[in-house]
């Protein structure tokens, strides 16, 4: 017994010496996520919760009630449950709850991609160089508190159930169906998903190795997979909404979010990725099949095309491309007279990092949200109550945070972060407005408030612009939020 417990240790303690640099590394990351919480907090997480009370306590809506530029427009809320999920965090423990919620998930999507790396074949050694260039560029577009974040371990996993099967076909594929059924009604990138399976289900009608009678049925079935997005409350009418959502082509003209990615510092990691992978295609061919190569080509596409899909390939490329990059790598790694510091560092990380995420939330829960004063939302409300006619013209980031902490004031806010319920030319106000373009003020007429953010360049010079004018004064200002009041407001023309 005795020597049993000594070799089950000895092999724990083997494992940790050989993965020690992963473990650290991702160790930095749940540091990195922890450490960084108030700025998470931001127009989307008061979004996710806004529209999660609504269902909570109004049930699914089917038209916007909420602001004034889209009232009374079909609302398909497709994220409905994790918006749900959200708030039900929030109602019972705050928005601490909602943070420590996020922080699981965005632990849960970047973990089960490691795992799956592993488990499909990569080294240590290449899942963590992968990780490395990864981990910085899922970290600048993910820590964000938003629905978005429960997709992550669903992609992650229905990837690695997806590659899996491309490898050792399985009926367990067939576990990827009620994963897209969930994530339907959790994020409007389930299309991705479905995307996906439909591919597995291509690239098996072209394998050889099985008679098509095999596997013939179970392609029919991945193909079929798009159906599933239809499984939600709203059924057909979702059908509109992806058609709106992924072909609208204002979004890529006035929102930065779905404008296409653009060579920088901060997108070398992934356009260097991208030539890593379309190298290790010609290269380790043979390590990669048919469907991880497209999967990897369709990623790096929408990444392309949209700044918010880059996410995609950088958790496409750190699942699928470690057993290529072990390839053209030599065997030999690291020496032995370094594998007792690897254990104690393995072994440390993991301690070290619960501290430090214990630590970040044993702040108070207005340290969270010290970017949204309270008193700035109270003086909004304040003149609100006392102008029935008030309405607000608010910065996105202010919007949906101003209805949740003030219920009264739905409906009399000019527009919010559903920039899919908006014309193109609500747009294209938003950003004249922005930009100071000539005449661009006249979007402001008929609101007796005006909501800015100084911190932003282009606010502030809009704020100087409209304190020019006698018929405007600062009723509320610090260096995170600013409120205007306008005397004698006309109809809103918008």
Request: proline content about 4%; overall charge positive.
């Amino acid at each position: 017994m005795r020597r049993a417990r000594e070799g089950r240790f000895g092999a724990f303690a083997a494992r940790l010496e050989h993965e020690a640099f992963l473990i650290v590394l991702f160790a930095i990351y749940l540091v990195g996520v922890t450490r960084s919480l108030p700025t998470q907090i931001a127009s989307d997480t008061w979004m996710t919760l806004a529209y999660g009370r609504e269902v909570a306590h109004h049930g699914l809506p089917g038209h916007d009630m909420l602001t004034v530029w889209a009232h009374g427009r079909t609302w398909i809320d497709q994220q409905w449950l994790g918006q749900l999920v959200y708030y039900g965090l929030f109602a019972f423990g705050g928005i601490r709850a909602v943070l420590a919620a996020n922080a699981l998930a965005l632990a849960a999507g970047t973990g089960i991609a490691v795992i799956a790396a592993r488990r499909l074949g990569g080294s240590a050694r290449s899942v963590t160089w992968l990780a490395l260039l990864s981990f910085v560029v899922i970290a600048l577009n993910t820590w964000i508190v938003r629905v978005q974040c429960l997709a992550f371990g669903l992609f992650a996993g229905m990837l690695w159930l997806l590659a899996a099967d491309s490898r050792r076909p399985s009926r367990r594929v067939f576990f990827a169906l009620p994963l897209l059924v969930l994530w339907a009604n959790i994020h409007g990138t389930a299309f991705l998903g479905a995307a996906l399976i439909a591919l597995r289900g291509a690239a098996m009608l072209l394998e050889r190795d099985r008679p098509l009678r095999d596997r013939g049925p179970i392609a029919a079935v991945l193909l079929a997979s798009p159906v599933l997005l239809l499984a939600s409350p709203y059924g057909f009418a979702l059908v509109g909404y992806y058609h709106h959502l992924l072909l609208n082509p204002s979004f890529s003209h006035y929102v930065s979010e779905w404008a296409p990615t653009k060579f920088g510092i901060t997108t070398v990691p992934f356009y260097g990725l991208g030539l890593l992978a379309a190298w290790l295609a010609g290269r380790c061919a043979s390590r990669l099949t048919r469907f991880e190569q497209a999967t990897l080509l369709i990623t790096f596409v929408l990444a392309m095309l949209a700044v918010r899909s880059v996410v995609w390939f950088m958790f496409s490329a750190l699942i699928l491309l470690p057993a290529a990059l072990d390839g053209v790598l030599v065997k030999r790694w690291g020496s032995p007279r370094y594998r007792y510091v690897n254990t104690i560092l393995a072994g440390v990380a993991p301690i070290a990092c619960v501290v430090v995420a214990v630590g970040g939330f044993a702040h108070p829960a207005t340290w969270f949200t010290r970017e949204y004063p309270p008193a700035a939302a109270d003086r909004i409300a304040q003149i609100a109550a006392r102008d029935p006619h008030a309405r607000i013209f608010a910065n996105e980031r202010f919007a949906d945070w101003l209805i949740l902490e003030h219920p009264a004031l739905a409906g009399r806010v000019a527009f919010d972060g559903r920039f899919e319920l908006l014309t193109a030319n609500q747009l294209k106000s938003i950003v004249e407005f922005r930009n100071r373009i000539v005449g661009s003020t006249r979007v402001t007429r008929g609101y007796r408030l005006l909501v800015l953010y100084p911190s932003a360049l282009s606010e502030a010079k809009v704020t100087k612009l409209l304190l020019a004018s006698k018929t405007r004064r600062v009723v509320y200002r610090d260096s995170r939020i600013v409120v205007i009041s306008q005397r004698s407001p006309r109809p809103s023309e918008s």
